[in-house]
C-alpha cells in the first residue's frame, strides 16, 4: 500500500517535470496528499 503511494507519487513527479513547471504546485499537492494518508493512516 505505501509502496504503490510512493509509486504513484513518482510517477506524478516525472510528469510534472515532463510538462516543465508548476512544481511548487505540484510540491503542495504531494504534500496535502501525504497528510491525508497519515491522518487515514491514524484512523
Do not use: F, P, T, V
Not at 2 to 20: F, I, N, Q, Y
Not at 31 to 37: G, S
Amino acid at each position: 500500500m505505501w509502496k504503490a503511494a510512493r509509486h504513484e507519487r513518482a510517477c506524478a513527479a516525472e510528469r510534472s517535470a515532463m510538462r516543465g513547471g508548476g512544481l511548487r504546485d505540484e510540491n503542495a499537492r504531494r504534500n496535502a496528499r501525504r497528510m491525508a494518508e497519515i491522518k487515514s493512516a491514524q484512523i
